[in-house]
């Protein structure tokens, strides 16, 4: 059982990469990967968020909506996930108001953010049990964090480093240096 649930947790973070594989939570990544501070601060938003909504989510699914009542899951879904948003969004403005003001729009955005959905669909797809799909969805986040952390520290040290090309300055070398991840990440399809 051990065994599994790492398996399940290294994969995904590694293999099954939201962000580099599923290309998930794309508009927060591009957007907040500029400075380290407020990548990891984001990252650690989502490792709550969507680790919180997919324990929540599970019992949910498996005790409620299974009883003939799987079409509302998209819908639950989402309102257990705006749920955990507000709760994340009040917790910062009350202890972290700095850090919630660099977030923006885009604190509010994790509700519409599609890794938090899809680590919840996925737990239903793949037929996970509870103590599973909770190590899935921190495995997942985790992997999405570390994701945004590496490209925004890369991103801030090709600032100090030189010139980048007019063209390639913001969004675009976001998704130069994403797509190199990427592309390590794939060397690593198949092991589990």
């Known amino acids: 059982m051990a065994i599994h649930l790492l ?14 594989t599923y290309l998930l939570g794309m508009c927060p990544f591009i957007s907040l990967s500029r400075s380290l501070n407020t990548a990891i601060g984001m990252g650690v938003a989502v490792i709550f ?6 324990a929540i989510n599970w ?8 009883t003939g009542s799987e079409i509302l899951y998209y819908i639950i879904f989402i309102i257990v996930i705006a749920a955990t948003v507000q709760l994340v969004e009040m917790i910062m403005e009350r202890f972290f108001p700095a850090l919630q003001a660099a977030f923006g729009i885009f604190l509010p955005l994790i509700t519409v953010n599609c890794i938090v959905l899809a680590v919840s669909l996925f737990m239903v ?3 996970y049990g ?8 921190f495995g997942s986040a985790c992997g999405w964090t570390g994701a945004i952390i590496v490209t925004a520290g890369i991103n801030e040290k090709l ?8 063209g390639m300055k913001g969004p675009g070398i976001i998704m130069v240096s994403a797509g190199i991840l990427a592309l390590a990440i794939m060397g690593f399809t198949g092991v589990v």
């Open 7 to 20: 398996i399940v947790f290294v994969s995904s973070i590694v293999t099954y990469n939201m962000a580099l």
């Open 125 to 127: 797809i793949r037929e």
């Open 159 to 166: 600032k100090l480093v030189g010139d980048i090309p007019g």
């Open 49 to 54: 968020v969507v680790t919180l909504t997919a």
């Open 59 to 66: 019992p949910i699914y498996r005790l409620l909506l299974m």
């Open 130 to 137: 509870f103590i599973d799909s909770v190590v899935f969805a």
